[in-house]
């Protein structure tokens, strides 16, 4: 089954809302990061976030690792921000594992 | 900073074809992978190397080769191409295994 599960599949936001996009694991990890992918474009690092809560601009990543859950929090969104979200998690054994990604559209 | 590279960005090929695409990074990083991406099925990883004449395979490496025979560069070969198949193939680097992954453009294929 699928190690990584990500919430929502998609989602579709008024320029200026919220947005909360999570990732829930069914397996150890080591890491946890994520990225941004433009529509036909290669994808960005957001965060690498092993643990705790990291900030960037209007990003905020938070990772706990016993709720094997990690969650990217969008405020004020853009019409810029749209595009496909997607999680990794680093477990032992080399292996790096992706989820389905959340894709969000924001309009104007 | 510093760039990955993937060659070619659009790949057509006949079914039964043996097609290689390639990845150069300049980041002097130790680890590459390459992941294929399909629609609704996230990225999979299907081989990577931890250094220069290394290989590791993924999960979705049957059906693939792969080559580094140089730090900066990492090679992959789909060893017989099936009919219709749509994908797009990252290339990705990092100074390990357990850092930050980035990623080239990617190569989009289409097997006719």
């Known amino acids: 089954g699928q190690q990584v599960q990500q919430s929502p599949a998609s989602l579709v936001l008024q320029e200026g809302e919220n947005a909360e996009l999570q990732c829930n694991f069914s397996t150890s990890l080591n890491s946890m990061q994520w990225f941004y992918q433009r529509p036909g474009g290669s994808l960005v690092s957001l965060f690498y976030n092993p643990s705790g809560t990291k900030h960037s601009g209007r990003l905020t990543s938070t990772t706990v690792i016993k709720e094997r859950r990690s969650s990217l929090h969008i405020s004020s969104s853009q019409t810029t921000d749209s595009g496909t979200y997607l999680c990794a998690l680093e477990r032992g054994g080399n292996k790096v594992v992706f989820g389905t990604g959340t894709r969000l559209q924001v309009l104007p | ?112």
């Open chain 2, 1 to 112: 900073g510093g760039i990955i590279t993937q060659t070619p960005k659009f790949l057509i090929g006949q079914e039964g074809q043996k097609l290689t695409l390639k990845c150069q990074q300049n980041f002097n990083h130790d680890t590459m992978y390459w992941y294929r991406q399909d629609s609704g099925k996230g990225l999979r990883l299907i081989y990577y190397s931890i250094t220069e004449n290394d290989l590791q395979k993924g999960d979705l490496s049957e059906g693939y080769d792969a080559s580094r025979e140089k730090k900066s560069s990492f090679s992959l070969t789909v060893t017989s191409a099936q009919k219709n198949e749509m994908a797009v193939f990252l290339c990705a680097s990092s100074i390990n295994i357990q850092d930050t992954q980035y990623f080239g453009p990617g190569t989009r294929l289409l097997v006719l």
